[in-house]
C-alpha cells in the first residue's frame, strides 16, 4: 500500500506559477510510475504529467512547455512545476502511482494509488 499528500496548491492570476509537491509514505520512485492528473467541475479527471521508474516523462499537450515535473528520492516527494498558467488549469490536481511498467501513461484507470488532492485556482 502507498499513501499520497499532495501540497502547494493555491490561488494565483493568470501568468504566475506554483509548484505542487506529492510526499509517498514510502520510497517508491525506483519502482513505481509517478503523475500528475487534474480535475476541473463538471469534466472528466485528465492526466497532466508522468513520470516512469526510468526517467521517461510525459506531458499532456496543453501543458507542454509550461509545466515540469519531476522528484526527489531522497525526499519521496514527485513534484510538478507549473509556469504561465492559464484560468483553464484551475482545477483539483492529484498525484498517483502505480508498479512500474515500460511506458508512463496518462490515463486515470492505469494507476493504482491516489492521493486526497490539491485545489489551484487561477484567475484572469
Known amino acids: 500500500q502507498v499513501q499520497l499528500v499532495e501540497s502547494g496548491g493555491g490561488s494565483v492570476q493568470a501568468g504566475g506559477s506554483l509548484r505542487l509537491s506529492c510526499a509517498a509514505s514510502?520510497?517508491?520512485?525506483?519502482?513505481?510510475?509517478m503523475a500528475w492528473f487534474r480535475q476541473a467541475p463538471g469534466k472528466e479527471r485528465e492526466g497532466v504529467a508522468a513520470?516512469?521508474?526510468?526517467?521517461?516523462?510525459n506531458y499532456a499537450d496543453s501543458v507542454k512547455g509550461r509545466f515540469t515535473i519531476s522528484q526527489d528520492n531522497s525526499k519521496n516527494t514527485l513534484y510538478l512545476q507549473m509556469n504561465s498558467l492559464k484560468p483553464e488549469d484551475t482545477a483539483i490536481y492529484y498525484c498517483?502511482?502505480?508498479?512500474?511498467?515500460?511506458?508512463?501513461?496518462?490515463?486515470?484507470?492505469?494507476?493504482?494509488?491516489w492521493g486526497q488532492g490539491t485545489q489551484v485556482t487561477v484567475s484572469s
Open positions: 498517483a502511482a502505480r508498479p512500474g511498467m515500460t511506458y508512463v501513461p496518462l490515463a486515470p484507470r492505469m494507476y493504482n494509488f
Open positions: 513520470i516512469g521508474r526510468d526517467g521517461i516523462i
Open positions: 514510502r520510497n517508491i520512485h525506483s519502482t513505481y510510475d
